[in-house]
Structures are given as C-alpha cells and as structure tokens.
C-alpha cells in the first residue's frame, strides 16, 4: 500500500524556519519524481518545488532562493527545508508523487506564519 | 508562474452530466494535455485522469476527460452528491520546466 505522511508543520514567526518531511512508503522516493504543493487556506492548489529521480531541482518563483527540497534515499524520505518565511507561506503543504499526474498525495501538514 | 483557467464555479442536477474546462497553451495543455484531480473539503485531491486521458484505477468511468487544442475537459455523468468538490487540473509547462494548476473550479450538485 502507498503512503505518504508529511511531518514538521506548525506555527512560526515571521522570518523563521522549518523542515518538512513526508515519509513514503509503497514505492521508492529516487525513482520518482516528487513534489511539493500547498494551499493556502480557502485558495486553491500551488506547486512549489519538484525534484527529479536525478536529483534536479526546481522551485516556484515565489519560494526559490528561501526553500531547498531534497531526499534521503536510505529513509525513503522527502524534505523541503523552508527559511525566511513570511504570512504568504501560510498554507497545508502536501507532497506529491509525479510532476503533473499527481497520483498520490499526503495527508498534508498545516505551516502557520504568525507572530 | 502563469496558471492554467478554470471557471469558479458549475452548478447542476442531481443525475444530470457536468462538463468543466481548463484552458491553457501549446506550452501546457495544448503539448502534454491536463490531469485532473478532485478534493473535498478537509482532504487531500486524488487523481481522477492522468494527462492522457486514462483513469487511474479505481476512479468510476462516470468521470471522462479529454482534450481539444488547448483546452481540456472533465466530464462527470450522472451526478452523485459526493461529486460536489473542488476539481482541479494541472499540466506540465514546457517554457517554465514546471507544473501549473488551474485555479480550481467547485462543483455544486443541486
């Protein structure tokens, strides 16, 4: 059965930091691509940053240079390390297997900015 | 990054068929066509059609997509009350080297 259960969400005060983490199991992170998407609360669906089973990365304008997404193969586990975060990251943050046919999701993990 | 075009808002009958649209370019839709993903309040989207029209195992053949230039289309016959959701499509962006969403569209069951 596949699962993906992200981690690490929570309230933080402008200008902070926080890792997520989605556990995954039912099929291997490093041979897939996987990404990141959020929804900020009554909004729809953003894409955030992607990273390919080569380890190439990209990242949505409004999070590149403060957010870095990476994999440890050995955990099966996909991160997205966040700084410098302001109100408008406020949003679930899911992740995603695959970069356009998103065909499993998380449960999503909830990241507050707030002071 | 530039999102793909999606009516706010469809509302019909109990059994009767919805039809809802994405537009975007030959960049997105128009190259490698459009997924589409349903979500219900308080949950995660699930894939409902792959960009190439296929379903994922699982998902009812009530569900139909398909795809003309660049726009493409999810049709949903003989509607449930567990259709009402949000209903998303997403396509990969040539230029950008990215995903793109559209900007979602509910779906109200009457």
């Known amino acids: 059965e596949v699962q993906l259960v992200e981690s690490g969400g929570g309230l933080i005060q402008p200008g902070g930091s926080l890792r997520l983490s989605c556990a995954v199991s039912?099929?291997?992170?490093?041979?897939?691509?996987m990404s990141w998407v959020r929804q900020a609360p009554g909004e729809g669906l953003q894409w955030v940053s992607l990273?390919?089973?080569?380890?190439?990365?990209y990242y949505a304008d409004s999070v590149k240079g403060r957010f870095t997404i990476s994999r440890d193969n050995s955990k099966n586990t996909l991160y997205l390390q966040m700084n410098s975060l302001g109100a408008e990251d406020t949003a679930v943050y899911y992740c995603a297997r695959n970069g356009a046919d998103f065909d499993y999701w998380g449960q999503g993990t909830l990241v507050t900015v707030s002071s | 990054q530039a999102g793909l075009t999606q009516p706010p808002s469809v509302s019909k009958g109990l059994r009767q068929t919805a039809t809802l649209t994405c537009t975007g370019n030959s960049n997105n839709v128009g190259n490698q066509g459009a997924a589409w993903l349903q979500q219900h309040q308080g949950h995660p989207p699930k894939l409902l059609s792959y960009?190439?029209?296929n379903r994922p195992s699982g998902i009812s053949e009530r569900f139909s997509a398909s795809r003309s230039g660049n726009t493409a289309s999810l049709t949903i016959s003989g509607l449930q009350p567990e259709d009402e959701a949000d209903y998303y499509c997403?396509?990969?962006?040539?230029?950008?080297?990215?995903?793109?969403f559209g900007g979602g569209t509910k779906l109200t069951v009457l």
């Open positions: 960009r190439n029209n």
């Open positions: 990273i390919y089973s080569d380890g190439t990365t």
């Open positions: 997403s396509a990969w962006d040539n230029s950008l080297s990215a995903p793109v």
């Open positions: 039912g099929f291997t992170v490093m041979s897939n691509y």
